[in-house]
């Protein structure tokens, strides 16, 4: 069965760095677009990024460009979100989520999630 | 971008019917048959319930049905169930530009 098992979460300082990493499993990694999406406390779901199959077509948000970086390892089966100049409203629990496969045209059809991991960001 | 518009909450009664909102604008909703939506329960991972606006995936009881109108989207949920009670997100395809954008979020309370 498909898993997604985020990991890297944790109390960072504002302006510091973190590295988010999502175990995949059940499925050709390969095959597939995937997505990183947060949610702050008591809020709503808020997209982050996007990267494709290959990992050669990449997408951000406006409230992350320029401060956040996805990749891919498809030999590890691994998708990770690199995370700098961290800000109190970064501070949030970060899904990664796959693409329904061949809808990497709108990758808003997020058909497995992982549980997610908690980012606080704190003084 | 602004996030899409839904209801902050809405209730029904079990059996009942209910009909959940989700307005964009003619650059995400009104442009695009990308919508889908998302079922929360507190504490969990959100689950795919509809796509492609009125498309269900498999596993998801038919008694969630999506529809479109304009810039308005819809998710309607027929014959109300207790276990249905839980935060309710529309979801759009933006351009390439913008990309992706979630609705604030709906929290459907079963009485």
């Known amino acids: 069965q498909v898993q997604l098992v985020e990991s890297g979460g944790g109390l960072v300082k504002p302006g510091g760095s973190l590295r988010l990493s999502c175990a995949a499993s059940?499925?050709?990694?390969?095959?597939?677009?995937m997505s990183w999406i947060r949610q702050a406390p008591g809020k709503g779901l808020e997209w982050v990024s996007y990267i494709s199959s290959s990992g050669n077509t990449i997408y951000y948000g406006d409230s992350v460009k320029g401060r956040f970086t996805i990749s891919r390892d498809n030999a590890k089966n691994s998708l990770y979100l690199q995370m700098n100049s961290l800000r109190a409203e970064d501070t949030a629990v970060y899904y990664c989520?796959?693409?329904?496969w061949g809808r990497g045209y709108s990758g808003s059809e997020l058909d497995y999630w992982g549980q997610g991991t908690l980012v606080t960001v704190s003084s | 971008q602004s996030a899409l518009t839904q209801p902050a909450s809405v209730s029904g009664s079990p059996g009942q019917s209910i009909t959940i909102s989700c307005t964009g604008t003619?650059?995400?909703?009104?442009?695009?048959?990308?919508v889908s939506w998302y079922q929360q329960h507190p504490g969990k991972a959100p689950k795919f319930m509809i796509y492609?606006?009125?498309k269900r995936p498999s596993g998801v009881s038919n008694r969630f049905s999506g529809s479109k109108s304009g810039n308005t989207a819809s998710l309607t949920i027929s014959g109300l169930q207790p276990e249905d009670e839980a935060d309710y997100y529309c979801?759009?395809?933006?351009?390439?530009?913008?990309?992706?954008?979630f609705g604030g979020g709906t929290k459907l309370t079963v009485l």
């Open positions: 003619s650059s995400d909703v009104g442009n695009y048959y990308y």
């Open positions: 989520a796959r693409v329904l």
């Open positions: 979801c759009s395809y933006a351009g390439s530009t913008t990309y992706v954008i």
């Open positions: 059940g499925f050709t990694f390969s095959d597939y677009y």
């Open positions: 492609d606006v009125s």
